[in-house]
């Protein structure tokens, strides 16, 4: 176990340069007396680490000191090869140089790991576009992708529905989901995710901003989701759906099942969340006889209307 640590405290300083046992000891979870005793016997090992005192000091290597040791783990290993998407790389322009990336990365590997690496590599893809291809167009994705780089003012127009708004924004970050692409900004102090392919006539500007230094991309779009989620408006409603129909129905995107309970043979009564009373009943009339709705009444008259309408057009 200690060796693993004193291999992460050598790959941290050699990654950012200088930290402060505080940090290490945060970054490692164990005390700061743990830190300054794995430093001498770093130390006493050969390797050139100092510490530096006062405001902006820390502990640091020698400076050219490298070390070609990684300490990388198989499952590591696999994290990383596996981490990739063809997809999303070639949205930002990089699919081209992924392959050239991939050798090198395994060049760098044990000679004990190499075929490893490629045994991941053949046996698993990950292709983060989904299965139907998304028909965003992203013209301004490469000049967006310069301003977040670059940490340089943006101007846009995002279009809505029926019109367009400027913004000056700070990008700070881009996000993919599934193969659909946001830039989250900040706009006169407060933050905004915009969907790319809504953006038009982007440029970047002379102009640079600061980046918050506590600002946490994955931190911030896990927040956003959440947040969403929760304001999301909910439509309760009581079905019978037929057990084979239920880990269908479980995997419905805009559709929550609350609690479940066995009914009468081969049917399951559930308490279900949807967002409105029109999405209820646009999924609900997919499954047919699968399901029927219990409560309330107005999404078992419309459920019915419906049918209706639909049994009347093929008939006429």
């Keep these: 176990m200690r060796a693993d640590r004193l291999i992460s ?21 164990v005390s700061e007396r743990t830190i300054h005793r794995d430093m001498e016997a770093l130390g006493s090992s050969g390797v050139p680490v100092y510490a530096e005192r006062g405001s902006g000091g820390g502990w640091a290597l020698s400076e050219g000191y490298r070390t070609d040791l ?45 075929g490893e690496a490629e045994r991941v590599r053949q046996r698993i893809h990950i292709d983060g576009a989904g299965w139907h291809q998304s028909v965003d167009r992203l013209p301004d994705l490469p000049t967006i ?34 193969s659909i692409w946001y830039l989250v900004a900040r706009v006169e102090g407060e933050m905004r995710t915009y969907r790319i392919s809504r953006i ?6 002379e102009e640079s901003f600061q980046r918050p230094e506590s600002f946490d991309l994955a931190q911030y779009w896990e927040r956003s989701t959440e947040q969403f989620k929760a ?26 099942l609350v609690h479940t309970i066995p009914a009468e043979q081969g049917w399951i009564e559930a308490a ?3 967002n409105t009373l029109e999405s209820a009943c646009e999924i609900l009339l997919g499954y047919g006889v699968l399901v029927k709705v219990l409560e309330p009444l107005e999404l078992r008259d419309r459920v019915r209307a419906e049918a209706t309408a639909i049994i009347a057009m093929y008939n006429g």
Aim: a positive charge; glycine letters at 4%; proline letters at 4%.
């Design 9 to 29: 405290i050598l790959l941290l300083l050699q990654n950012h340069g200088r930290l402060t046992t505080r940090e290490l000891a945060a970054r490692l979870e």
């Design 70 to 114: 990684t300490g990388m783990k198989p499952k590591e290993m696999q994290a990383l090869l596996l981490a990739h998407s063809s997809s999303l790389l070639g949205d930002l322009g990089l699919g081209s140089v992924f392959e050239d990336a991939f050798q090198k990365m395994l060049a760098a590997f044990p000679e004990r790991l190499r």
């Design 145 to 178: 992708q310069e301003a977040v780089w670059q940490e340089r003012m943006l101007r846009f127009d995002y279009c809505r529905e029926d019109s367009a708004v400027e913004r000056i924004a700070e990008p700070l970050g881009l996000v993919a989901k599934s």
């Design 200 to 205: 038009r006539n982007a440029k970047v500007l």
């Design 231 to 256: 304001n999301l408006p909910r439509y309760p409603a009581q079905l019978r759906v037929q057990e084979a129909a239920l880990p269908r129905l479980a995997q419905q995107r805009y559709l929550k």
């Design 272 to 274: 279900a969340e949807f």
